[in-house]
Antibody, heavy 123, light 107 residues
Framework: QVQLVESGGGVVQPGKSLRLSCAAS????????MHWVRQAPGKGLEWVAV????????YYIDSVKGRFTISRDDSESTLYLQMNSLRVEDTAVYYC????????????????WGQGTMVSVSS | DIQMTQSPSSLSASVGDRVTITCRAS??????LAWYQQKPGKVPKLLIY???TLQSGVPSRFSGSGSGTYFTLTISSLQPEDVATYYC?????????FGQGTKVEIK
């Protein structure tokens, strides 16, 4: 079935880096915009970044601009989030999500979610 | 940036009650509004998109309405399995902001 599976989370010290991956299956990955959403422990959902189906239309929430980079490898049906200069406030479960409509630049609701991967930033 | 404000932040209602959650955008977003349900310890699930279109497989007791800056999510007859936190989200442009969430419990 249509599925997103995240990996790469872990415990890291402030200032360090992590790269999250999201493997997609059972749908045409290259035709969908993809997003990262995070949820700090006990808190609400926070959108983090988007990449359009063609690798354009990349946007970030202000708090991660210059530190995080979203990318995709359509040949591997995989979405990435490179996280540098991590801060304690980046601690959260990170979800990979799919924008609902084909070729819509990511401007749609999120119909498919991964199970999430936990990132803990602590000294 | 456009802010999304939900109310109430939590509510408690009886099984069978009609429950309404509101979501206000600080600027007009047309109908580019989604609602999600997140049960405790689970992944968020899309309920409604385009303000009022039910996602496939979602029970018909859920409905959405609104346009511009004011939106509502209604559960026509609350069921025990509806215990969850509900989030609205705008998606017309970056950032794809979520509301702060409304926690729904059974009285």
């Amino acid at each position: 079935q249509v599925q997103l599976v995240e990996s790469g989370g872990g415990v890291v010290q402030p200032g360090k880096s992590l790269r999250l991956s999201c493997a997609a299956s059972a749908f045409s990955f290259s035709t969908y915009g993809m997003h990262w959403v995070r949820q700090a422990p006990g808190k609400g959902l926070e959108w983090v970044a988007v990449i359009g189906f063609d690798g354009s239309n990349i946007y970030y929430i202000d708090s991660v601009k210059g530190r995080f980079t979203i990318s995709r490898d359509d040949s591997e049906s995989t979405l990435y989030l490179q996280m540098n200069s991590l801060r304690v406030e980046d601690t959260a479960v990170y979800y990979c999500t799919r924008a609902r409509r084909l070729r819509a630049g990511g401007k749609d609701a999120f119909d498919i979610w991964g199970q999430g991967t936990m990132v803990s930033v602590s000294s | 940036d456009i802010q999304m404000t939900q109310s109430p932040s939590s509510l408690s209602a009886s099984v069978g009650d009609r429950v309404t959650i509101t979501c206000r955008a600080s600027q007009g977003i047309s109908n580019n509004l989604a609602w999600y349900q997140q049960k405790p310890g689970k992944v968020p699930k899309l309920l409604i998109y385009a303000a009022s279109t039910l996602q496939s497989g979602v029970p018909s007791r859920f409905s959405g309405s609104g346009s511009g800056t004011y939106f509502t999510l209604t559960i026509s007859s609350l069921q025990p399995e509806d215990v969850a936190t509900y989030y609205c989200q705008k998606y017309n442009s970056a950032p794809w902001t979520f509301g702060q969430g409304t926690k729904v419990e059974i009285k």
